[in-house]
């Protein structure tokens, strides 16, 4: 039998090569040859670059094949098989309606987002979380964070007649792998809302979601408090699919509990056509 030192910052467990030799240690590790036969190098470097180093004892060498009869060292510079993995990166999408155009939100639109969010003075409701004076800055910050660590992709929505930003919505949780993903953070400017804004909105989202990002699951989650927005979801197609007690803690302190709806891929197309119809009453 013979011994091999074997250094490695890869391995860390005993693992066989081919079916002469295996390999068994952490970062300094010992192949062993399991037969009689001799070690093939061309073999070897098959699987890993090596080089045969500090000899002690002669060593027979023809074409391709490297037979050792006492201990001789191989240093493997063993590198990890590249995986062909998939980059799943997150769209960037402008979505164009015949109200409203959703586009991706630049920090650059702080100031617009505020004058939106001025019109009913948004910041001071109680159900959901809206940008004032003194949490814009921190809203699109933890807004641009979502799309550094690719959970969140979001819009600002814009008038289509004079081209004014006029509330904000957004997918977050978004999970590429097991595509789905959650529509929230709406609102809209008071002088805009019950104007169809919201559910043009919601058609080019969930449009975008299940056509082009292929999604299997949309959710929704609002405030148990909230019944404005719970009828709305309702009135869309999607299903109440239960209650999320103190899903999260508002900025007042009060311990939310929320309600949790959702559509699937197999429902989309209902909820397209329903949603057609709504827009074109």
Known sequence: ??????KSRILKSPIILKRNFSIIGGEKMILRQDSNSPI????????????IINNTT???????T?????????LLNIQPQQQQTQQLQLPSPTLIGKLVTLRKMKIEDRDDILKASTDGELWNL?????????????YI???MGGVSNGTVVPFVIVNNENGKIIGSTRFWKVDMVNRKLEIGHTWLSKSIQRSGVNTECKYLLLKFAFEEMNAIRVQFTTDELNETSQKAILRIGAMKEGIIRHERIMPDGRKRNSIRYSIIDSEWEQVKLKLSNMMNK
């Open 66 to 74: 490297t037979t050792a009869t006492h201990k001789p060292e191989i």
């Open 40 to 51: 093939n190098n061309r073999n070897i470097n098959n699987q890993f670059s090596s080089n």
């Open 1 to 6: 039998m013979f011994n091999f030192i074997v």
């Open 58 to 64: 002669t060593t027979t060498t023809t074409t391709n």
């Open 141 to 143: 910050d933890i807004a």
């Open 126 to 138: 109680k159900v959901t979380i809206v940008p004032g004076p003194t949490t814009v800055d921190k």
